[in-house]
């Protein structure tokens, strides 16, 4: 698409060099010697870019550029003055004017101030855009449920949301929502601007954790080539979510706990303080209260997340849910299928409110995202419902069971066959293969590493 340029200015010399140096660029040109002609060429069409000179035959360049300003608050407007006039250059900026230049310019100087200004709002929009994306995906209309116990929830993670509340501790079985739950906090908070960090504890070495984390210092330990900034600073002002934080080493955990406390940590092999401002969500399926009795969850820190916790209910124990969430998902994965598949027969419900769903509606998700595929009607059937398998990781390619224990008995071999057997069955496609595992890309690196398997693409 082309660049539209407007440019208002009333010495036609110089409207004519401008023209002629913008076209060369490829930039299309419109202009006008007034105010007038320039305020309306501008109401009957879009520009990225207005070059406005603040002398002008009937208005002030400062009246143009507010009044543009009214209607339109994305185009790149450069004041162009004259040089005893640099405070009405200060003036425009206020007023939103991105930059200035001052006669005689220097046509070079111009050209980068214009592409710097179009790059600058270009990116503007598209993070303006990106965080409307996320802010709809994270809406709390994403998260469904009529259930006394989820509208509870709801009221509560409103409240957290909006509150300063600076550790919240989200609880719930696998596949309950805790996810979605954190991600809803973050980007209805005014935190939101700012970024979400998430880290999940089983995944990583004591060590790789920790730096993950905290960052490091140059030379903390062999590999720490240079200096690295941990989750915790590159978060500030933002959000970081502790996933399986029940997985923790303990020795992190006291580091963590100190972090809590003081909202101040150390990277790795650092000897200074640095104070950051994160919201820190954690959760875990565990049972946390058994870990601490057993030895392997440290009782302060507990404590200290405990302030804010939040139950996310088992599927089972809401079963008025489970229809309201198959329509959705079966809206959803039609409309993703584009296939013309509008509910549930009412033999197919009975065998969903049945059935036991340990997965939750994760589990949910999956078999609704199934029967919707094979569905051959209007209408899912309770033969397109396949209950009982580990086979969310999606695609039909057969796959069920291959799932990788992220917590336990050490399984290390089972996980090892499962990185080989996933890594083959998506040609080393990284992505698709921690998919199939149902791990994170970086939990699915880890192992790679661990067991030595080779990552062409990493
Ligand atoms: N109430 C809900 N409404 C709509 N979708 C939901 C709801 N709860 C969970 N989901 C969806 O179910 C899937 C699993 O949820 P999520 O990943 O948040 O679970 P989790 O509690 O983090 O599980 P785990 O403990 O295994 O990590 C996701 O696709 C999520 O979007
Ligand atoms: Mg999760």
Not at 315 to 325: A, C, H, K, P, T
Not at 337 to 349: E, I, L, P, Q, W
Not at 362 to 390: F, M
């Amino acid at each position: 698409m082309k660049i539209r340029v407007l440019i208002i200015e009333d010495e036609s010399l110089i409207r004519w060099s401008l023209r002629q140096k913008l076209e060369e660029q490829g930039y299309t040109v419109d202009e006008a010697g007034d105010a007038a002609t320039g305020l309306d060429k501008h109401s009957h069409s879009n520009y990225d870019l207005i070059l406005l000179d603040y002398k002008l035959p009937d208005l002030t360049g400062l009246d143009v550029l507010r009044k543009v300003r009214e209607r339109d608050a994305d185009s790149v407007i450069i004041m162009i003055t004259a040089f005893s006039r640099l405070e009405q250059a200060v003036e425009a900026i206020r007023l939103g004017a991105y930059d200035y230049v001052a006669k005689p310019f220097n046509m070079d100087e111009l050209m980068f101030t214009i592409q710097k200004g179009l790059e600058t709002t270009e990116l503007r929009r598209q993070v303006r855009e990106l965080r409307g994306n996320l802010q709809r995906e994270y809406g709390f209309d994403k998260m469904i449920g009529s259930d006394k116990s989820m509208q509870n929830v709801f009221e509560l993670l409103r409240d957290v949301a909006q509150s300063g509340a600076s550790t919240v501790f989200l609880r719930g079985d696998s596949g309950t929502g805790k996810d979605l739950a954190a991600r809803i906090i973050h980007h209805n908070s005014d935190r939101a601007h700012r970024r979400f960090m998430n880290i999940t504890c089983t995944a990583l070495s004591e060590t790789l954790l920790e730096s993950e984390l905290f960052g490091h210092e140059r030379g903390a330990f062999t590999d720490a080539r240079q200096q690295k900034k941990g989750l915790l600073e590159l978060a500030d002002g933002g959000t970081v979510f502790l996933d399986e934080v029940g997985d923790m080493p303990p020795a992190l955990q006291a580091k963590l706990l100190r972090f809590l406390e003081e909202r101040a940590f150390r990277r790795v092999g650092g000897t200074d303080d640095i104070s950051v401002d994160v919201r820190v969500i954690a959760a875990t399926n565990r049972d946390i209260e058994k870990a601490i009795r057993e030895g392997h969850f440290r009782e302060d820190l507990y404590y200290r997340l405990n302030v804010v916790p939040v139950y996310l209910p088992a599927l089972r124990e809401r079963g008025s849910d489970i229809r309201l969430l198959t329509q959705h998902f079966v809206s959803h994965f039609a409309r993703e299928f584009r296939k013309n598949v509008t509910g549930v027969s009412d033999a197919a419900y009975d065998k969903l409110m049945n059935y036991a769903w340990e997965g939750n509606v994760r589990e949910l998700r999956n078999v609704i995202e199934r029967a919707t595929l094979l569905c051959k009607s209007e209408q899912i059937e309770p033969k397109d419902i396949a209950l009982g398998r580990l086979d969310d990781a999606g695609g039909d390619e057969g796959l069920e069971g291959m799932r990788l224990p992220t917590a336990g008995i050490d399984l290390a071999r089972v996980e090892e066959h499962l990185c080989r057997e996933a890594m083959k069955r998506t040609n080393n496609n990284q992505t698709q293969a921690a998919k199939l595992l149902r791990i994170s890309r970086d939990q699915l690196r880890y192992r790679l590493e661990k067991f030595g398997i080779s990552a062409p693409e990493a």
